[in-house]
């Protein structure tokens, strides 16, 4: 079953023109679980020495920020991050994820 949001927007995809409603807002547990897998990604070894690979969990981050942020494309709203990353042109998905970084904090 898929939730229903009310406190939404809908943008155009500057190249596509793809209608994409996103999400205005989300919940402070849907946050500590976008945060989290960054911080999950790194680890302190013996001696204090720490690794992390941030490139994976930011990546991992931004795709489970568009999930929870993006609603819907063109009516379809199963499936979002795999339309983002297989159906539409990268200015799109970097336009959307521009679009979601203005609701985040790393947006600021």
Not at 81 to 95: E, M, P, R, T
């Amino acid at each position: 079953m898929t939730k229903e949001y009310t406190d939404v927007r809908t943008v155009k995809l500057p190249q596509s023109g793809k209608g994409v409603i996103i999400r205005n807002w989300i919940t402070g547990r849907e946050r500590e679980v976008i945060d989290a897998i960054l911080t999950n990604s790194v680890e302190i070894a013996d001696g204090g020495a720490v690794m992390a690979k941030a490139g994976d969990a930011m990546t991992k981050q931004v795709h489970k920020e568009l999930e929870t942020f993006v609603v819907s494309i063109d009516d379809i709203k199963e499936g979002v991050l795999g339309i983002l990353l297989d159906d539409v042109s990268a200015d799109d998905y970097a336009f959307i994820c521009k679009e979601i970084k203005k609701k985040t904090n790393t947006g600021k």
